[in-house]
């Protein structure tokens, strides 16, 4: 089983996709727009030509999908998005707290990338595109919390 998370936007997740692919180190192998859909689709109207109905992002083994969706199709899509995070793991403390520094870059902070009681590198943000993240370094067998 593969669980993958797919995520909405309004018009920018080429965009989004594309910053993704960057920091992530990873390849959109599908792009497909409303543009390229079937004749007999019901999303006909010429603003969403552009839009993506279909992207994917494969980083390793690992992967997001995404797709613009109008207010009409999603009622929420416009609204903050909230009560869930994409969260990357890592042991690489530094690629974490890059991953971190460049998902930031245009968005807001919520935890600063910090040491915590579980973590030698942590922190949250919602990214530029209003998705929220949570990226965290994997402890070694021997890591231990600093004291005080």
């Given at each position: 089983?593969?669980i993958?998370?797919?995520?909405?936007?309004?018009?920018?997740?080429?965009?989004?996709?594309?910053?993704?692919?960057?920091?992530?180190?990873?390849?959109?192998?599908?792009?497909?727009?409303?543009?390229?859909?079937?004749?007999?689709?019901?999303?006909?109207?010429?603003?969403?030509?552009?839009?993506?109905?279909?992207?994917?992002?494969?980083?390793?083994?690992q992967?997001?999908?995404?797709?613009d969706?109008?207010?009409?199709?999603?009622?929420?899509?416009?609204?903050?998005?909230?009560?869930?995070d994409?969260?990357l793991?890592?042991?690489?403390?530094?690629?974490?707290?890059?991953?971190?520094?460049?998902?930031?870059?245009?968005?807001?902070?919520?935890?600063p990338?910090?040491?915590?009681?579980?973590?030698?590198?942590?922190?949250?943000?919602?990214?530029?595109?209003g998705?929220p993240?949570?990226?965290?370094?994997?402890?070694?067998?021997?890591?231990?919390?600093?004291?005080?």
């Amino acid at each position: 089983m593969k669980i993958v998370t797919s995520l909405s936007f309004q018009g920018q997740c080429r965009e989004a996709f594309e910053f993704y692919a960057d920091v992530l180190g990873g390849t959109i192998t599908a792009a497909m727009p409303y543009s390229a859909a079937p004749p007999d689709m019901p999303i006909s109207d010429e603003k969403y030509k552009d839009w993506l109905m279909h992207c994917w992002l494969q980083v390793g083994d690992q992967a997001l999908m995404g797709a613009d969706m109008d207010v009409a199709w999603a009622p929420n899509v416009d609204k903050p998005k909230n009560g869930f995070d994409v969260t990357l793991h890592t042991t690489d403390k530094a690629e974490a707290k890059r991953w971190y520094d460049a998902l930031c870059d245009g968005g807001r902070p919520g935890m600063p990338f910090e040491e915590t009681f579980w973590s030698p590198g942590f922190g949250s943000l919602t990214d530029k595109f209003g998705v929220p993240w949570m990226i965290n370094t994997i402890p070694s067998a021997d890591w231990k919390p600093r004291q005080g």
